[in-house]
């Protein structure tokens, strides 16, 4: 089955809609519960995207959390969808982490007393919202580690870098036979896996005096390569994504912004029996212009190009019906007290 990595499908449609409820459990806990509804393949879903409990007063900068939450991999997989710059996340995320990697399981990290911000983050996870559909004798669990730096330079400038790795024990199907089983795994699941996954995210931003009211700069870089894609790969065969985003705010309601992104992947396919590696390719090119009058509300419109290359088995394209070009207008609306969003 080739891989679908299009933008969203013709026509209106709801997006990630949620429901929040979130505060304190006496004094040394903080609980939060999200409930979200959206639209995948025409029908409208509703499913519990958050339900966790954290720590607030362990000690030496310690803090732990448990339940079902964001993996802190990356730069924007923790990052919620509705403060994204563009509408769809980067092909790395929806390839390798299913747009938004949500698992149950638990987290320790710990702040240094360091001049500058250093954390160190450890996550263990079930893995069944990674990998939904299981190769034979495959293991169980993910884990992740991550280091997050930085500090400001001067009182214009900013910056911040990660290092992640996961270490995902469960080896996903070569092949999908249940038609409904693919169709599901398409819209949730990561559609590349393997058993390593580093990943490594910079982001600068500037803004006058430290003021981004009116005026900011931001750069948002990330890369990830994912090895032993298969057991009986070679280990020099693996799964690479990057993407470089630029968003300039030039007034205080309005944004612009560009995205490259860049995927090559080494599909496995069966051919008679055996497991063959196919070699593609998948760029896009995102443009968009938002209005955001408030906090609260953003007006998006985003043009969109994708190019792909590479056969598989049989002749078949490695990606299907890639979106040469979208159009498309987003319309995000919150209400109620939430908490301040992440560098």
């Known amino acids: 089955r080739a891989l679908s990595l299009g933008t969203s499908e013709s026509g209106p449609s709801l997006g990630h809609s949620d429901v929040m409820l979130s505060g304190p459990v006496g004094q040394d806990w903080t609980a939060q519960v999200i409930l979200v509804t959206h639209t995948a393949d025409g029908k409208l879903e509703t499913e ?154 910079l982001v600068w931003k500037w803004a006058p005096e430290g003021n981004n009211r009116n005026q900011q700069l931001r750069v948002v870089w990330e890369f990830a390569r994912i090895g032993r894609i298969q057991p009986g790969a070679d280990a020099a065969l693996s799964h690479h994504a990057s993407t470089l985003a630029v968003v300039w705010r030039f007034d205080a309601a309005w944004e612009a912004g560009l995205r490259s992104d860049h995927l090559r992947v080494n599909k496995p396919e069966s051919d008679s029996g055996s497991t063959v590696f196919s070699p593609g390719r998948l760029q896009e090119t995102a443009l968009m212009l938002a209005y955001r009058p408030t906090h609260q509300q953003t007006l998006r419109l985003q043009l969109a190009r994708q190019s792909a290359g590479g056969t598989g088995v049989g002749g078949e394209a490695i990606f299907a019906s890639p979106a040469r070009r979208s159009i498309q207008l987003q319309y995000v609306i919150a209400f109620g007290a939430h908490g301040a969003h992440a560098f």
């Open 48 to 201: 519990l995207e958050n339900a966790w409990v954290q720590s607030q007063r362990l000690p030496l900068g310690l803090q732990a959390r448990a339940g079902r939450f964001a993996s802190q991999i990356g730069y924007l997989n923790e990052q919620h969808p509705h403060a994204d710059d563009f509408v769809e996340r980067p092909l790395l995320y929806r390839a390798m982490f299913g747009q938004h990697w949500v698992d149950d399981g638990v987290r320790l990290n710990w702040t240094l007393p360091t001049a500058h911000y250093l954390r160190l983050g450890a996550e263990v996870f079930s893995g069944r919202q990674l990998v939904k559909a299981l190769a034979p004798d495959s293991g169980r669990g993910a884990a992740a580690l991550n280091l997050k730096t930085g500090a400001d330079v001067g009182d214009s400038h900013s910056w911040q870098f990660g290092v992640s790795y996961l270490y995902n024990r469960r080896e996903a199907l070569v092949e999908l036979h249940d038609p409904t089983e693919a169709a599901h795994t398409d819209v949730h699941g990561a559609k590349l896996s393997g058993r390593h996954t580093w990943m490594t995210d």
